[in-house]
């Protein structure tokens, strides 16, 4: 009898997903922001050497300038080049959000294919933490940790803890999310017959997880996480514009907006560029997410 089942093969959703890329190309913004994406991304690593102009230098003669030759996009009230700072922040906002998104689909995808898959006491606990860490308000539990932690880190492990302390503090409100968007889609895979087929022939846990479950939701986990990326880089600029993200000398979108604020009036620029700034990566990895979705849905097209 078991030799007569046969295991439904693995649907791997970059490889062997039919029309995955043809999906894809049919998404024009989708392509066209992901594009855009790798240009900003790009800019932010190749900028220092294309624009090597030191982000925290000042230029006492052009305080608070208007966009010019010499300075693109302005100064701020130390003279320092609004330009070589965004693409400083990039760097800064951008690496947020790839440690939060690292933490969330090594912590938050993993603990939601265990809860998913083993159900019982496992998925109890699993489900009781995450409960617990939804109620707390937004990103309250950020704030908190990031206010508690976030000068003492700083002074003791220096500038990059600190950086990793506001991705740290961020993941600690999203990746419960991440979980239970995996949990919901591995109960809903446990059920399935080549699942069952590949336990009567008598596959191990571990095989069943890593050759079957995993393939089959790696598309919900890649589209979940780019659209929290948007979450990560607001999260970020929500921690600098209180004060409990990155410190200066380093810079992040977030700051550079709060730091602008004050001279709202007097060099509008220093708000709206880095503003300008945010809203694109928003905008972008919003659209790619939502082109992502549509992608790796098996109904699509």
């Known amino acids: 009898m078991a030799q007569a089942i046969a295991v439904q093969p693995t649907t791997d959703p970059l490889r062997q997903a039919p029309g995955f890329w043809k999906r894809l190309a049919r998404h024009r913004l989708g392509v066209s922001s992901l594009v855009l994406l790798v240009l900003l991304v790009l800019a932010s690593l190749v900028g220092p050497t294309i624009y090597p102009i030191n982000p925290t230098k000042s230029d006492f003669a052009h305080i608070n300038a208007a966009p010019s030759i010499a300075h693109p996009f302005g100064t701020d009230r130390l003279g320092r080049d609004t330009l070589a700072r965004i693409l400083a922040a990039l760097r800064v906002s951008l690496l947020v959000a790839i440690f939060v998104e690292t933490i969330n689909i090594l912590l938050g995808a993993l603990l939601g294919l265990l809860a998913g898959y083993f159900g019982g006491w496992v998925d109890l606990i699993i489900s009781r933490i995450a409960d617990m860490l939804f109620a707390f308000p937004g990103l309250l539990l950020a704030i908190l940790v990031a206010a508690i932690f976030g000068q003492w880190v700083t002074e003791t492990y220096g500038a990059t803890a600190r950086l990793m302390l506001v991705a740290g503090s961020i993941s600690l409100?999203?990746?419960?999310?991440?979980?239970?968007?995996?949990?919901?889609?591995?109960?809903?895979?446990?059920?399935?017959?080549?699942?069952?087929?590949?336990?009567?022939?008598?596959?191990?846990?571990?095989?069943?997880?890593?050759?079957?479950?995993?393939?089959?939701?790696?598309?919900?986990?890649?589209?979940?996480?780019?659209?929290?990326?948007?979450?990560?880089?607001?999260?970020?600029?929500?921690?600098?514009?209180?004060?409990?993200?990155?410190?200066?000398?380093?810079?992040?979108?977030?700051?550079?907006?709060?730091?602008?604020?004050?001279?709202?009036?007097?060099?509008?620029?220093?708000?709206?560029?880095?503003?300008?700034?945010?809203?694109?990566?928003?905008?972008?990895?919003?659209?790619?997410?939502?082109?992502?979705?549509?992608?790796?849905?098996?109904?699509?097209?």
């Open 173 to 301: 409100v999203s990746w419960p999310l991440m979980a239970r968007y995996v949990r919901g889609q591995t109960l809903s895979l446990n059920q399935r017959d080549f699942i069952l087929a590949a336990r009567a022939i008598g596959q191990r846990d571990r095989g069943i997880l890593i050759g079957h479950i995993l393939p089959n939701v790696l598309g919900l986990i890649i589209t979940a996480a780019t659209l929290d990326v948007v979450n990560a880089i607001v999260g970020e600029a929500t921690l600098s514009l209180l004060g409990l993200g990155i410190q200066s000398p380093d810079t992040s979108i977030g700051k550079m907006i709060v730091e602008g604020a004050p001279l709202l009036a007097q060099n509008a620029w220093l708000v709206f560029i880095p503003a300008g700034v945010l809203t694109l990566l928003v905008l972008l990895f919003s659209t790619l997410g939502e082109a992502l979705r549509d992608v790796f849905d098996p109904t699509a097209g």
